[in-house]
């Protein structure tokens, strides 16, 4: 049986004190349940914040896009290099909002 991926999605919200907050929630109220995965895919300038706060969690984190490109003059897309680099392990690829 494959494992489900529950992700969501935080678009244009958050502050590093709300974050702050929805993580410590997010850890203490998430139950195991067998074959599912959780994740978090958060507006960019978040993604340490939450690597940090969700490091030794059961929770994985990720971006909410990333570029087609590897690298050039695209001002404001991230590459997935970028993303590896901070160790993220999910993108948002072909969102509506994004296309």
Not at 39 to 66: H, K, M, N, T
């Amino acid at each position: 049986m494959r494992a489900g991926l529950v992700a969501g999605n935080w678009k244009m919200h958050g502050s590093l004190a709300s974050n702050a907050r929805l993580l410590d929630d997010l850890k203490a109220g998430l139950r195991h349940a067998e074959g599912v995965g959780y994740a978090v895919c958060v507006p960019f300038p978040y993604l340490a914040q939450v690597s940090a706060a969700l490091s030794g969690s059961r929770i994985a984190w990720g971006a909410q896009d990333v570029s087609e490109h590897d690298a050039g003059a695209y001002t404001g897309e991230v590459s997935g290099a970028m993303l590896k680099e901070f160790g993220c392990r999910f993108a948002i690829v072909g969102h509506s909002e994004r296309r």
